[in-house]
Structure formats: C-alpha cells, structure tokens
Nanobody
C-alpha cells in the first residue's frame, strides 16, 4: 500500500519561508515523476512543481517560478518543496503526488496515481 505524508506547513508572515516534506512508503520517488500541487479555498487544484525520476529535470508552474524549489532525498525517499518569499496568495493546502510512470503532461493532476492528505500553508501578517 502506497502512502504519502506531507509535513512542514504552518502560518507564516509575508516574505517568510517554509520547507514542506513528503515522505513516501510503498513507492520510490526515484522511479518516476513526483510533484507538488496546491489548492486554495474555492479554487481548482493547481500545479506547483515536479521532479523527474533522475532528479535532474524539474518543472515549475509559472506563478511560483523563482520562489519555489523542488528537490528529493532518495536515501530518505522524501520529496521537498522549499518556499521563499511567501505571499498571501500562496495560502493553500499543498499536496504531494507520485506517479507510476514518467508522464508527459506533468502539470496535469490526472497523471498522478498517489496523493498525500495535504498540509496547510497560511501566509498572513
């Protein structure tokens, strides 16, 4: 059974930073594509970032480019999302996702097979 568990969310002031983690069991992030999505209240789930099986190829949503960094620790089988320069509009539940393969359309939520329960990030002064 595959389980993904996010952690690291919280309440942060504008301009602050957070590092989200996603630990996996029953699935190896190093074998396929892994990603972060987010969903704000009343909005659709939105692509944030993805990292390929080789750990080298990364992809970012346009709205977070330059502020967010996706990475992976294969020894710990853990996915990370470093978030800098947080803005109130970054407030959302952040989800990690894993796939069974290496999809082409990495920004589509439908190509991912495994999902965590999400971690809340709130940016507020």
């Amino acid at each position: 059974q595959v389980q993904l568990e996010e952690s690291g969310g919280g309440v942060v002031q504008p301009g602050g930073s957070l590092r989200l983690s996603c630990a996996a069991s029953g699935h190896r992030f190093s074998t396929s594509m892994a990603a972060w999505f987010r969903q704000a209240p009343g909005k659709e789930r939105e692509f944030v970032a993805a990292i390929a099986w080789n750990g080298q190829n990364t992809y970012y949503g346009d709205i977070v480019r330059g502020r967010f960094t996706i990475s992976r620790d294969d020894d710990k089988n853990t996915l990370y999302l470093q978030i800098n320069g947080l803005k109130p509009e970054d407030t959302a539940v952040y989800y990690c996702a894993g796939s069974k393969s290496s999809p082409i359309f990495v920004k589509r939520a439908s190509v991912y097979d495994y999902w965590g329960q999400g971690t809340q990030v709130t940016v507020s002064s």
